[in-house]
Nanobody, 127 residues
């Protein structure tokens, strides 16, 4: 059971990146997949999540309008589209998965909600 992130990199402020989270060894159909980020000296924070079964999606209230989460069940992959990036978006972005449906109705997404984690991908936004 493994999830792996890709798509990070260096981008100028105002630019875009699309992160991918691909699963291997299992199908994500019955999972919730989440994205977290962590910058130096800060706690890991929840960014976005999606229920693979029905596409129910959550994006942190401070990121709505800039970040979008989507899925491709056939490819066993979840995407995080990040637009209008800001230097404060810099950090390591982690993909995580858990084998039940999680629905967030407030900014209460926590790392302890998830069981399987990727190694992370670095996103650096220069000013």
């Amino acid at each position: 059971v493994q999830v792996e992130e890709s798509g990070g990199g260096l981008v100028q402020a105002g630019g875009s990146l699309r992160l991918s989270c691909a699963a291997s060894g299992f199908t994500l159909d019955d999972f919730t997949v989440g994205w977290f980020r962590q910058s130096p000296g800060k706690e890991r924070e929840g960014v976005s999540a999606i229920v693979m079964k029905d596409g129910g999606a959550y994006v942190h209230s401070s990121l709505k309008g800039r970040f979008t989460i989507s899925k491709d069940n056939a490819k066993n992959t979840v995407y995080l589209q990040m637009n209008s990036l800001k230097p404060e978006d810099t950090g390591v972005y982690y993909c995580a998965a858990v084998d039940w449906s999680l629905r967030y109705y407030s900014d209460s997404m926590y790392p302890s909600d998830y069981r399987h984690w990727g190694q992370g991908t670095q996103v650096t936004v220069s000013s």
